[in-house]
């Protein structure tokens, strides 16, 4: 299990990052939460097994189709359990 905090920066807003991250953190069964920020990037928290947040932080380099990621920032922290879900955060 682990955790995986990331700032994602580009075209990232207005496109439905939000919702289609939840969307595949869910398909994923990763718990944690997703939000805008007001310089434009999003922040996530991803929670799970290791291949799930493995494959969602791939899928973050992309994001829904109207997105345009630019860069995506990863760090790692202390697994903590605290989410039973994956959600938007406003």
């Known amino acids: 299990m682990k955790r995986m905090h990331v700032l994602i920066s580009g075209r990232v807003q207005g496109v439905f990052f939000r919702a289609e991250t939840q ?3 869910t ?3 990763l718990s944690g939460w997703v939000r805008n920020l007001p310089d434009g990037r999003v ?3 991803f929670e799970g097994e290791d291949a799930a947040v493995d494959k ?3 899928w973050c380099h992309h994001g829904p ?4 990621v630019q860069e995506v920032i990863v ?3 202390t697994y903590t359990g605290e989410f ?3 959600g938007i955060k406003y």
């Not at 189709?65 to 345009?68: F, L, Q």
């Open 27 to 29: 398909g994923f069964k």
């Open 23 to 25: 969307r595949a953190a």
């Open 75 to 77: 760090t790692e922290e």
């Open 43 to 45: 922040e996530a928290v």
């Open 56 to 58: 969602m932080l791939a």
């Open 84 to 86: 039973t879900s994956f």
């Open 65 to 68: 189709p109207a997105a345009r």
